[in-house]
């Protein structure tokens, strides 16, 4: 098995003792935008000289600038069904907590995507507990494909990835031909031990067969997923290794790894004891966690959930984050709960402000909103996507996509304040596109969207 736990310790233990010299080579290589092996991000984990520290931050924001530049892609959860029959300690759904469940009808999936569609989100992450009976894989493409049905006056959404149980080749291949974005599932923690005490019954249980469910989603011919871990489990430095290990598996055995690492953290949630976590993550290691993938994967997206308030989403997005959720529920049918005043949600959110409020913020702080799905609607996914972003030739349609994309979000969501504010953003960086075929064709489609065409993309 590619994740051993002895050998993580022991790699853990060994890197206190990498000289500086080496710490360096390891920086330089960094800077160079190469990406770094398991054992290399172990040397920068357990280093604690500030000096090191403080050059990490600084690549891992110069990587973020020459690659993501200032745009960030905004998505938001979409919780279709909270039966579950794992006993997972960390989650309010888990099934020893007795609350009434459900799942959402085909005409309230249509109720949420409309409110989330009137935020303006186009890139949906569709999550459900496990339960085979009350919500069978067959039940979620009917959602998927319910979802991509829709058309509203403004557009649709038009990427669903899909946070599900790990499954089977054959329900993997279900999902791709139903054309999943981004297969999500999070290890929660790659430490076994703690795994098996965390997850307390429940097919979840088996750690083997929960860490392999990439392979068989490869198998069954999805071409994005994105990993992560629960931070406040197990040892977050070993959770690092865990997942850089992963990766390089995934790299090794399918030629692709991660699409994208989300990087939560345990938070308050109804039934959680907060006690029974002494792994908890400091904000001060958390921000280095972040900068350290950020130097491992360059081009592995990295998804912070609405689980962080705003300072620290600001911090973090200098670090590496490039995508963000925004005005996010996460309780089935929340969206129009919310709309009700009434809410139970799987864990606290805390930033609770609307999607146009966070937007509208980010704008504020020097981002680029991005509302695009371009390369899934491409065919740009996989090692398809992976290679034309170590080409460093995706930023080329990134930032044009990113502006075209807010212009419609502005243009359809945004009071008038909202639209000066996003125009300004649009004229700033219309000028940083370089190449002038491209900058000229945007600026042709920021017209056209204006004049009330919408959905253009590079
Ligand atoms: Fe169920 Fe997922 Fe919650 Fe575990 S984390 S109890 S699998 S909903
Ligand atoms: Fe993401 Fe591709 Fe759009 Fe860039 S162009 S923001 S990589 S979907």
Do not use: W
Request: aromatic fraction near 8%; glycine fraction near 8%; include cysteine.
């Amino acid at each position: 098995m590619f994740i051993d736990r002895q050998y993580i310790e022991a790699l853990l233990e060994k890197a206190k003792q990498t000289p500086d010299e080496e710490i360096d080579r390891i920086l330089d290589k960094a800077e160079r935008f190469e990406g770094l092996r398991h054992e290399e991000i172990a040397a920068l984990l357990v280093n604690e000289n500030p000096a090191h520290l403080s050059r990490v931050y600084d690549i891992a924001g110069k990587i973020k600038q020459h690659i993501y530049g200032n745009r960030i892609v905004m998505f938001a959860p979409l919780y279709v069904s909270d039966y579950c029959v794992n006993r997972c300690a960390y989650c309010s759904y888990n099934c020893g907590h007795s609350f009434h469940r459900r799942r959402l009808t085909m005409d309230e999936v249509r109720q949420e995507v409309a409110i989330l569609e009137r935020m303006g989100h186009k890139r949906l992450a569709l999550e459900a507990g496990e339960d085979d009976e009350n919500c069978p894989v067959d039940y979620i493409l009917d959602c998927i494909k319910t979802i991509y049905d829709m058309k509203f006056d403004n557009g649709e959404i038009r990427r669903v990835n899909v946070n599900i149980a790990a499954t089977t080749v054959e329900n993997y291949k279900k999902l791709h031909d139903v054309g999943i974005g981004t297969y999500i599932l999070f290890q929660e923690t790659y430490h076994q031990p703690t795994y098996e005490k965390v997850h307390v019954a429940g097919p979840k249980r088996d750690y083997e067969y929960h860490l392999t469910a990439f392979d068989r989603a490869m198998e069954g011919g999805v071409d994005d997923v994105g990993g992560g871990v629960l931070f406040g489990l197990a040892d977050p430095y070993f959770e690092v290794m865990g997942l850089m290990l992963h990766n390089e598996h995934l790299e090794e055995r399918f030629g692709v790894g991660f699409h994208t690492i989300s990087v939560p953290r345990i938070c308050r949630a109804e039934g959680v004891q907060m006690d029974l976590y002494p792994h908890l993550v400091e904000d001060a290691t958390f921000e280095k966690i972040v900068a350290i993938i950020r130097l491992a994967v360059p081009f592995t997206g990295m998804i912070l959930s609405t689980r962080e308030d705003h300072d620290m989403r600001v911090k973090l997005l200098q670090r590496g984050i490039s995508q963000l959720s925004a005005g996010s529920s996460t309780e089935v049918g929340g969206y129009s709960k919310r709309e009700e005043g009434l809410s139970n949600p799987q864990f606290v959110v805390n930033d609770e402000r609307d999607a146009v409020s966070i937007i509208s913020e980010l704008m504020d702080d020097g981002y680029i909103p991005s509302f695009c799905t371009a390369c899934y609607r491409s065919g740009r996914t996989g090692d398809r996507f992976m290679r034309l972003a170590k080409s460093g030739h995706i930023k080329d349609v990134c930032l044009p996509n990113a502006l075209m994309t807010l212009c419609e979000y502005a243009c359809d969501y945004g009071n008038e304040q909202f639209q000066t504010k996003a125009a300004a953003v649009t004229e700033r960086e219309l000028a940083r596109i370089e190449n002038e075929k491209v900058h000229t064709l945007t600026q042709a489609n920021i017209e056209k969207i204006r004049a009330g065409g919408r959905d253009f993309y590079l």
